[in-house]
């Protein structure tokens, strides 16, 4: 193998026998193997620049393989021998996996530039640097060179200019939290936000190192960048996005790209369609021109799975039904209430009442679309009459589902997904804010997230909050009950 210019790592999330992670890629692994859409965004336009560039699912590795982390980063590092490598640390879960995966890779690479990336890299920038960074000139000393914060769609091109051609003054690279020396202070560069909306490039599966094995034919399309919404525990929340990523309004991709990139992943044989967020979102004109477009694109053969941020219309059902039926397509959606309780919902500007949820379900069955529905314990204000509630409406939904025909095999997920919230994303406002919300975070700052994780035998050990209404542990023993009461309704009706 050619020694790489650079090479993208996807960390695992669990390391060293930890376990702390709640079926995160849900139904496949604990490992969270999911790659971040950007990462291929970033390696495509590495490639166009005329760098040598693969992407690595050093988490999907680790778990197929049994091997130690240790072990998989020294045949990686002698495989690969790359100048740079880019660890994504986007989900809060990764922390401690690409902190790990950092602290290895210049164990066997020296002289390697380390670069961290995405969210939560983001949001603890300067902390990063500050406990495990290493200044640009004595990149051997410890494990982290740069984080790019921000997106990182053009600025990681600028970064290899600076560092492989010198093309590029290093202090000028967009969104780049380092030190220069040992004796000097940060610098942290402005970010510079991408405008990607017509030009997105997510699908250079060329450039993995191995095509997946877990879930080989998901393709994820993430149509926004942030989101309208105000959900507190979420990082792509409007106000939490424009804080940790820069971008004030959110990104909408153009109805064509996503058309495109619906039928570039067809073409790759990744015919399971993830559409992340609610085109509705887009407005009604966008969502007008994404069916144009989607009618005459020719995609056949394709299982789409789309998001409801909020209940369905009979005319939007329509539009995806008419069009999977003329084209040999399956339909499968994903609705997130959040809570059986009004006023706890209401807090997601979701405050339509539980028979406006029955209702949208009932529709959305009558459409044939089978509906994962998605309930979150670990909310503020939740207590344990909230969650007695939310499981009454669960019952519902799954008797609807039961009467329509649907079970969690035809979904491929379950049909209601009561999850929990093991720790609020960083840079949201539950985050920022705990107190705000009833929260007191069990942890402190980017190191105490790290350590938390990277010890934790099981997901209660990596509950990272308590809040006025329940214990941390309190908190684990109710999901435990929902649990137990969930698969007991699903055997109660046959699903
Ligand atoms: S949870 Fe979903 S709807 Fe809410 S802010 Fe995040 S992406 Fe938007």
Not at 180 to 189: A, H, K, L, T, V
Not at 264 to 279: M, P, S, T
Not at 450 to 473: C, P, Q
Request: aromatic share 12%.
């Amino acid at each position: 193998m050619e020694k790489l210019d650079m090479l993208f790592v996807h960390p695992p999330a669990n390391i060293n026998g930890s376990s702390h992670t709640l079926d995160a890629d849900t139904n496949f692994t604990e490992q969270y193997v999911s790659i971040p859409a950007g990462v291929f965004s970033m390696a495509d336009n590495l490639d166009k620049a005329g760098y040598s560039v693969r992407i690595l699912n050093l988490g999907e590795r680790v778990y197929l393989s049994n091997n130690s982390l240790e072990n998989e980063v020294c045949k990686m590092m002698t495989e690969f021998k790359p100048t740079a490598v880019g660890i994504d640390c986007h989900w809060m879960i990764h922390s401690a996996g690409a902190i790990e995966t950092a602290r290895l890779i210049r164990k066997y690479a020296p002289d390697v530039y380390i670069i961290l990336g995405g969210i939560t890299a983001s949001y603890f920038a300067d902390e990063i640097i500050r406990r495990y960074g290493s200044p640009y000139e004595l990149s051997r000393h410890s494990s982290v060179n740069f984080v790019l914060r921000g997106e990182c769609d053009e600025s990681i091109v600028q970064l290899l200019d600076a560092i492989i051609k010198k093309s590029h003054d290093i202090e000028g690279v967009a969104g780049l939290t380092m030190r220069i020396s040992r004796d000097s202070g940060f610098i942290e560069n402005p970010v510079s936000v991408p405008d990607v909306s017509a030009k997105l490039e997510i699908t250079r599966y060329d450039l993995l190192v191995e095509q997946p094995t877990i879930n080989p034919a998901r393709a994820i399309i993430t149509m926004f960048r942030g989101c309208k919404g105000g959900c507190c525990y979420c990082a792509g929340a409007k106000e939490s996005f424009a804080d940790a990523m820069q971008r004030d309004n959110p990104c909408i991709i153009d109805h064509d790209r996503v058309v495109n990139l619906i039928k570039k992943n067809l073409a790759q044989g990744r015919n399971k369609i993830y559409l992340y967020g609610d085109i509705r979102h887009g407005g009604e004109y966008y969502v007008k021109r994404f069916f144009q477009e989607l009618m005459f694109s020719g995609i056949a053969n394709a299982h789409i799975v789309f998001e409801f941020f909020s209940p369905a219309t009979e005319e939007y059902l329509k539009k995806w039904r008419g069009w999977a039926d003329k084209n040999s397509c399956t339909l499968e959606a994903t609705y997130s209430p959040e809570s059986g309780n009004r006023r706890i919902r209401s807090q997601f500007a979701k405050g339509y009442s539980n028979k406006t949820i029955l209702d949208h379900c009932i529709l959305v069955a009558s459409f044939r679309i089978p509906q994962s529905t998605y309930f979150m314990f670990g909310l503020p204000n939740q207590d344990l009459a909230e969650v007695k509630e939310t499981l009454k409406l669960a019952e519902e939904i799954i008797r609807i589902h039961a009467s329509a025909g649907f079970n969690r095999k035809s979904i491929g997920h379950d049909v209601v997904a009561y999850t929990f919230m093991q720790i609020p994303d960083a840079g949201s406002n539950l985050f920022k804010y705990p107190e705000k919300y009833g929260f007191q975070l069990n942890f402190d700052g980017f190191r105490g997230l790290v350590k938390m994780l990277s010890s934790a035998r099981n997901w209660t050990e990596a509950i990272g909050y308590h809040t006025d209404n329940f214990t941390t542990e309190q908190l684990g023993e109710t999901y435990k009950m929902i649990k137990s009461r969930m698969s007991a309704l699903y055997e109660k009706y046959g699903l």
